[in-house]
């Protein structure tokens, strides 16, 4: 899976600033996979492209491995939005909003899995 998340970095540094900035970084047992989209606003709708954005990503990589992947927490740029929005609970994880990045979590074993799925 490590493998894999370098590779979607590579990837979306290829597209230089359309597909944001993804990083990985490991910090007491836990993995931080980040993705950075700079220059956005802060409003509901970039919420939204936000929180779909990690989703998808944590729904590969759960695919990848073959099991869905134990998120730990999930961090958020943008404030906490004003009453109910639908999607804020996607992830499974309550949102730390106000952070420096959009950041899932997830334990850090989980990056040595085997990718189980093929080109087939």
Request: aromatic share 10%; proline share 7%; charged share 20%.
């Amino acid at each position: 899976l490590r493998e894999a998340i370098a590779r979607a970095a590579a990837f979306n540094a290829a597209m230089e600033e359309r597909g944001g900035v993804l990083e990985l970084q490991e910090r007491e047992g836990i993995a931080h996979f980040t993705m950075y989209v700079p220059d956005r606003r802060r409003d509901s709708a970039a919420l939204l492209v936000d929180l779909t954005g990690l989703y998808f990503y944590f729904q590969l990589f759960s695919w990848l491995i073959g099991y869905r992947l134990p998120l730990t927490g999930a961090g958020m740029p943008h404030h906490a939005p004003r009453g109910a929005h639908p999607f804020v609970e996607v992830l499974g994880v309550p949102l730390q909003f106000d952070q420096s990045t959009n950041s899932p979590s997830f334990p850090a074993s989980h990056l040595d899995k085997r990718i189980v799925r093929t080109a087939a």
